[in-house]
């Protein structure tokens, strides 16, 4: 092709630089095109390169003769800086073209090449073209920095975000986040893990839910398939989305249990060692006496003496059965022997117990059941549940009553008879209405520990009555009495009524 005008000259190189420099990705593709624009015109023995990052001018040297040092360099390209337009220095090995790339008056490269010719051959006319070199780069140049900004960026947050997610997948705890659909936007390893059945997921929506409409998180236990979880929710409100934490507790809960167990048996030890101790020193102590003085005793002391030792003999008696009884239930061999019998005569024979007490301040009162009305029990073990409710009782009276008042009563349906207990004793918090039947436990409260007990008695009652399909359970008022309840079968159709008649 041949070139005719400077015109000519003029277009075809702009045309041939813009074509090299739409296609450069990286810095050295627009030098290279400026190399390349340039040796059209120049003969050009060696280059250098001068880029400006973060207010620094690092310099490049494409050979490593380059007759200038870099110091050298700096002075130039402060002079480049003063004039913003490219130069020609006549230097001992000839012509320095000092070519900066500008953007809005402000050098962002600067391009050095050694032209090894005279000055004088150097024509004017080149300088339109260095001067759209430099214009034209300096818009490449910026640009393409730019691009190299924003791919950095996303290349910063990708691995920021592949730092944080290794973080949250190393977390034992299930993370979530919830939008206001219900649904989940994020999940990590944990969480995958644990896979939450839909039993879980119910109660997460809830809670989720919650925390949408409170605007504030929720920490929380939940018990849901035998299993306990600790759930914590956090508010996010700059995204409008629900974040959860979520932990299985239930080897943690399982542990604290065996622990509250383990210290359960230790207390009990002492207890029952204690309690164990008290009636065989008064039989003890009892029995020495009478030994040592048989003689010289008159028969009223004899057999007031005699009276204690066969008290204490007795319930010393009733501790080791409580004892056996627990072993028993331990190995759950505790068995019943099951019998259909009415109701009626046990409670009366209760009745006439209790009547025996009143010169110690207990009134004892019963609405006996109808003759009819028949219960298939062991009646030995029913009559132990039936005593340890009335002794409790009168175990557990308000200091404040000058009398222990019980009353007995029996309601009965279709399936089923309650008998209900209740006293104007001293009440039982309402914290500790579902552990009264746990196996050692005693309310924390020094009207209970004034008095003796091993914590057992309610345990066995309970597990003597679900053997008998019933249930067992307790109302009560602090500081105004309890109410407790033996629910069982009936045996036959005898519906009569409610089933009782009064009784006195
Ligand atoms: P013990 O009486 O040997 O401590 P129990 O298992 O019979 O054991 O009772 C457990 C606990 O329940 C008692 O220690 C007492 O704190 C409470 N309790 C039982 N019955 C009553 C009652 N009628 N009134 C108040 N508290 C009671």
Not at 37 to 46: A, G, N, P
Not at 195 to 216: A, C, Y
Request: aromatic letters at 8%.
């Amino acid at each position: 092709m041949s070139v005719g005008t400077s015109i000519d000259r003029f277009l075809l190189t702009v045309s041939t630089f813009s074509r090299e420099l739409n296609t450069a990705r990286k810095l050295n593709e627009v030098f290279s095109a400026i190399n390349n624009v340039l040796k059209r015109f120049f003969e050009i023995s060696s280059t250098a390169l001068a880029i400006k990052k973060a207010d620094i001018w690092e310099m490049d040297f494409s050979e490593s003769d380059f007759p200038i040092s870099k110091e050298d360099l700096h002075t130039y390209i402060d002079l480049s800086s003063e004039r913003k337009a490219h130069s020609f220095y006549p230097i001992e090995e000839g012509i320095l073209l000092i070519l900066p790339s500008l953007k809005s008056g402000q050098l962002l490269t600067v391009f050095f090449a050694l032209i090894p010719q005279d000055e004088e051959e150097i024509r004017q006319e080149y300088d339109s073209i260095l001067n759209f070199i430099s214009f034209f780069s300096g818009i490449v140049i910026e640009n393409l920095q730019l691009y190299h900004e924003v791919v950095d960026q996303s290349a910063m947050q990708e691995a920021l975000k592949k730092y944080f997610l290794t973080i949250l997948d190393s977390i034992d705890e299930a993370i979530m986040v919830w939008n206001k659909d219900l649904e989940l936007s994020f999940v990590n390893q944990s969480y995958r893990q644990m896979d939450p059945p839909e039993s879980v997921l119910d109660i997460l929506k809830e809670i989720v839910q919650q925390t949408f409409e409170q605007k504030s998180g929720i920490p929380t236990e939940k018990e849901i398939d035998q299993a306990f979880y600790s759930i914590n929710s956090v508010w996010m409100e700059a995204e409008q989305e629900v974040l959860i934490r979520m932990e299985d507790i239930t080897r943690t809960k399982e542990l604290e249990r065996l622990k509250r167990i383990d210290q359960m048996k230790t207390e009990f030890i002492s207890n029952i060692s204690h309690e164990l101790r008290t009636p065989l020193a008064a039989v003890k102590a009892y029995s020495e006496t009478i030994n040592d003085s048989l003689d010289s005793m008159d028969t009223d002391t004899l057999r007031e003496f005699m009276g204690t030792v066969l008290e204490q003999s007795s319930h010393l008696e009733f501790l080791l059965d409580q004892l056996l009884d627990f072993s028993k239930l331990e190995s759950h061999s505790l068995q019943m022997e099951l019998h259909v019998q009415p109701l009626k005569p046990l409670l009366n024979q209760l009745s006439n117990t209790f009547k025996m007490e009143e010169s110690k301040g207990v009134r004892f009162s019963l609405e006996a059941p109808s003759d009819e009305m028949q219960v298939e029990i062991d009646a030995k073990r029913m009559t132990q549940v039936f005593n340890n409710i009335v002794q409790n009782a009168i175990k557990y009276r308000n200091p404040d009553h000058e009398t222990v008042d019980i009353q007995v009563a029996v309601t009965a349906d279709e399936q089923t008879v309650t008998i209900s207990f209740a006293d104007n004793g001293i009440g039982i918090p309402e914290d500790s209405l579902s552990k009264i039947f746990d196996k050692f436990y005693r309310v924390d409260s020094s009207l209970t520990y004034s008095v003796d007990g091993t914590g057992l008695g309610l345990t066995i009652c309970k597990e003597i009555v679900e053997g008998h399909q019933g249930r067992m359970w307790v109302e009560s008022v602090l500081g105004e009495g309890s109410t407790f309840f033996v629910q069982i079968p009936l045996k036959v159709d005898n519906n009569h009524g409610d089933g009782t008649s009064e009784d006195t």
